[in-house]
C-alpha cells in the first residue's frame, strides 16, 4: 500500500516504514504529525484518486529530527568586468517516518 501526498509544496510518495525528508516543520522531535493533504491512496482495493485531495484519507508520520541540507553554492560571474560574486545556501528539513496510511 502506498500513497501520493503534498507537503511543502512537493509531492511524494510513501509507504508504511518510509523515512522521507521533507520542508522543515513547526513540529517538535519525537511528536507524531498528521498529513491530510493525500492526493491518491492504491492499496488492496485499487488506487483511489483525489480531486485534488482525497476526503478522510490521512497519512500519521513520526518526526524524527531536524536539520539542515548540504550546501549549495551559487557563483555569479560577469565576463570582462572583473565582476564576481559568490554566496551559499543550506535548506532546512525535517525528517518524517511514515508509520500509518488510512483511506
Known amino acids: 500500500m502506498y ?3 503534498k507537503t511543502g509544496g512537493k509531492q511524494y510518495r510513501v509507504q508504511v516504514g518510509d523515512k522521507l525528508k521533507v520542508e522543515s516543520l513547526a513540529v517538535e522531535a519525537g511528536a507524531q504529525v498528521t498529513l491530510t493533504e493525500v492526493l491518491a491512496v492504491c492499496g488492496d482495493e485499487g488506487l483511489k484518486v483525489g480531486t485534488p485531495v482525497l476526503a478522510g484519507a490521512t497519512v500519521t508520520a513520526t518526526v524524527l529530527s531536524h536539520g ?4 549549495v ?4 560571474f560577469r565576463r570582462r568586468k ?3 560574486k ?3 545556501h543550506r535548506q532546512n528539513y525535517t525528517e518524517l517516518k511514515i508509520e500509518a496510511i488510512s483511506a
Not at 553554492?73 to 555569479?76: H, L, M, Q, S
Open 3 to 5: 500513497a501520493i501526498i
Open 86 to 88: 559568490s554566496g551559499g
Open 68 to 71: 539542515r541540507g548540504e550546501k
Open 73 to 76: 553554492r551559487i557563483f555569479k
Open 82 to 84: 572583473h565582476s564576481m
